[in-house]
């Protein structure tokens, strides 16, 4: 409690306050000298925004059991996930959209977002694949990435602060990963956006230019679930959901695709 409590750099006074309990009772639970309750690890841990599987570690800690659950996507109680982002994937065409978990690595993708892997290399796409991965390795979509610069900055800050708020030791080593070899060359730096940074990816002799939003499900009280998060772009411009239309709308020719699909 201790760690999350400095990671998050609050006094003890400050997390009893917002905890509604004594400064001398948080004291005595970081040193151990007092056994919390359920409820009170569960209410300190929602005042430091502690993920669910770090709060189930937290309880373990405290001599309790985990309370909340977790399951892989594919056991039964998760069938109504699963089949809720099949939905939104699938609804999301003819726009790519993917789903990844805690640490980058793809859950499932809708056919638009597939279509932008061709002809990468066979061992980019053995599972598990990581996507921080996939977008900025030399062998992956990087030499594809126009403003790759730009594209790079914008994963190393979203990865910065995820490990801000997760402490995840597998983001932690992801972010080294990528911040400590070379930067990719200055003359790849497009000029300053506008008012989001696009990707902007070579697709055969086209350009596509996507922005990209994120969305995590609601309230979530179940560990895995909690670590997902939808990753869905758009076109940028009229030039790319033209292409994207034609390729993988209703009526779309998959087979004459850019991308080779």
Known sequence: ?????????????????????????????????????????LRL?????????E????????????????????????????????????????????VVDRRWDLVAANEAAYGLLAGLPDHLLEPPVNVIRLSLDPAGLAPRI??????????????????????????????EEFTTGPEPPVAQVDPPPGLLVPLRLRVGADVLSLVSTTTVFGTPHEVTLSELAIEAFYPADEATRRMLLQT?????????SPTGR
């Open 1 to 41: 409690m201790r760690t999350w409590r400095h990671r998050r750099r609050l006094s003890q006074l400050e997390l009893a306050n917002r905890a509604q309990v004594s400064p001398r009772h948080v004291s005595f639970v970081e040193t151990g000298r007092s056994r919390p309750t359920v409820d009170m690890v």
């Open 45 to 53: 841990c929602d005042q430091l925004a502690v993920p669910l599987r």
């Open 55 to 98: 709060q189930n570690q937290v309880l373990l800690a405290a001599g309790h059991a985990p309370a909340h659950p977790q399951h892989a996507l594919n056991d039964p109680p998760m069938a109504h996930i699963s089949t809720a982002i099949e939905g939104i994937l699938a609804g999301h065409l003819p726009f790519p959209a993917l």
């Open 146 to 175: 126009i403003n790759l610069v730009q594209w790079r900055a914008h994963l190393v800050h979203r990865l910065r602060h995820e490990l801000g708020v997760s402490a995840d030791p597998l983001v932690a080593g992801l972010l």
């Open 248 to 256: 993988f709308g209703p009526d779309g020719d998959r087979a004459a």
